[in-house]
């Protein structure tokens, strides 16, 4: 059994990973029905959370049905950070996350997500801030380390595990590598069976099939694996690759009927959430992974990412339930 301070996650937990624009309370909804079982936000701004900043104050919502859950936050300076993670516990989530592998300009160049591997004394010094602040159990998300030159994972590992961390998810690039080339997990391997590290690791990077998954569960030996670009618009990964571990049968893809439903699902939820601008906006990313393989859609995609209008996408949905009936996605 995985176990993060008191929250049991089962033998070998599938995690959301906190995707900005996209691990939301709407995506997060279907990915929980549909097998995920640790889920966190998206990244939140440390100094947008002390401002009371609109934006970052939204990202704090969770629901019930969400849970277990972590609350992720960024930042580079220690007592913003400190005080982001006092306001974050205020939130009421079972964890608090810690943001050390963002590998976007605006944020790692200015020392804050991977940037902060730049600077070992700093991250342990904040971490232990943070862990110090709140009651809840710490967790990190991490990178290898800024490119190939700087490489400490296990260096960073054990820092942070000796400040009290209490499970820590690992994406097998560097920050230079950004999403580019293949994750290397070889590394992450090497944390997981290093001597000194006992707290849960976790693998991330390229998963995005039950096959691999199960190859990477018995290759690289992690407690679990975080799933995040192959569940954009494809939230079916989580139970798909429970199933494979557990009966070495690849579960059939999700019909059109499923499909199509938890498309509006999500769309509704979105529109609810975000509004009806906004709502629309960040759908638009789901809608080719939702009916991926289909021939013959790319006009309806267009529509479907084109329309600013609700009704108009739900109406859209509906006729793709009537127009693809009966036709396999090639997925």
């Known amino acids: 059994m995985v176990k993060i301070g008191n929250i049991e996650l089962g033998d070998f937990p599938l995690l ?7 691990s939301d309370p709407p995506f997060r909804a279907v990915c929980k029905e549909n097998g995920a079982d640790l889920m966190y936000t998206e990244f939140i701004s440390s100094e947008g959370l002390i401002r009371n900043a609109h934006k970052s104050v939204q990202k704090l919502d969770i629901y019930d049905y969400e849970r277990p859950i972590g609350i992720q936050i960024f930042g580079d300076k220690i007592e913003s950070m400190r005080q982001a993670a006092e306001i974050a516990e205020g939130a009421n989530p079972e964890i608090v996350d810690i943001n050390y592998g963002c590998p976007v300009k605006k944020v790692a160049c200015k020392g804050a997500g991977a940037g902060i591997l730049l600077d070992l004394p700093k991250m342990q010094q904040m971490t232990d801030e943070i862990v110090k602040q709140v009651s809840l159990p710490v967790t990190v998300k991490t990178r290898l380390g800024w490119d190939d030159s700087t490489i400490q994972i ?9 400040v009290g961390i ?24 090497e944390v997981k069976n290093h001597p000194d590290i006992h707290i849960p690791i976790f693998g ?3 998963i995005d099939s039950p096959q691999k998954a199960l190859e990477y569960k018995n290759t690289y030996g992690v407690d679990g694996i975080m799933i ?3 569940s954009i618009g494809y939230p ?4 798909e690759i429970k199933h ?3 009966t ?8 059109l009927t499923e499909r199509v439903a938890v498309a509006k699902k999500h769309l509704s939820f979105s529109l609810e959430w975000k509004g009806e601008r906004q709502g629309i906006f960040e759908m638009r990313r789901h809608y080719t992974n939702y009916f991926r393989g289909f021939r013959d859609f790319k006009p309806y995609r267009t529509k479907l990412v084109e329309s600013q209008n609700p009704q108009e996408i739900f109406d859209l949905l509906d006729e793709i339930s009537v127009v693809f009936d009966g036709v396999n996605a090639l997925v």
């Not at 079916?236 to 139970?239: C, G, L, S, T, Y």
């Open 228 to 230: 995040g670009r192959a």
């Open 236 to 239: 079916w990964i989580f139970n």
């Open 248 to 255: 070495g049968e690849t579960l059939a893809p999700p019909s």
């Open 244 to 246: 494979f571990m557990n």
């Open 166 to 189: 209490q499970a820590l998810s690992i994406h097998g690039r560097t920050r230079q590598q950004m999403y580019k080339g293949e994750a290397d997990w070889t590394m992450i391997r």
């Open 154 to 162: 296990v260096e960073v590992a054990k820092r942070l595990q000796d």
């Open 16 to 22: 959301l990973a906190p995707m900005e624009d996209v």
């Open 204 to 206: 991330n990077g390229d």
